[in-house]
Nanobody
């Protein structure tokens, strides 16, 4: 079992930056790739980014490519999502997820085994 806890969300203005963190605990000795998703009001869950266990491979949705950057610190069992140039349409609950498929950096939610509870990000105009 792996437990994931997101943090770093909040209320910001358009154009601001935020860095989300996702702390993992439990069976973190196994290599997990990590993904970031979000779900806005009345919307389906949307893939944003993913990073492989080693951190050498990343994948991004077109909607955030160039604005969001995913990184990880395996020594701290923590994954980060740096979000820049935030827009009101980025308002959503943001989730991190872990996949036992060490090199998976895709968007398929069914391939992620563990999910955090989410952190709210609100971007005002």
């Amino acid at each position: 079992q792996v437990q994931l806890v997101e943090s770093g969300g909040g209320l910001v203005q358009a154009g601001d930056s935020l860095r989300l963190s996702c702390a993992a605990s439990g069976r973190t000795s196994s290599g997990y790739s990590m993904g970031w998703f979000r779900q806005g009001p009345g919307k389906e869950r949307e893939f944003l980014a993913a990073i492989s266990w080693s951190g050498s491979n990343t994948g991004y949705a077109d909607s955030v490519k160039g604005r969001f950057i995913s990184s990880r610190d395996n020594a701290r069992n923590t994954v980060y999502l740096q979000m820049n140039s935030l827009k009101p349409e980025d308002t959503a609950v943001y989730y991190c997820a872990a996949s036992a498929r060490t090199y998976y950096i895709g968007s398929r939610t069914e391939l992620y085994d563990y999910w955090g509870q989410g952190t709210q990000v609100t971007v005002s105009s």
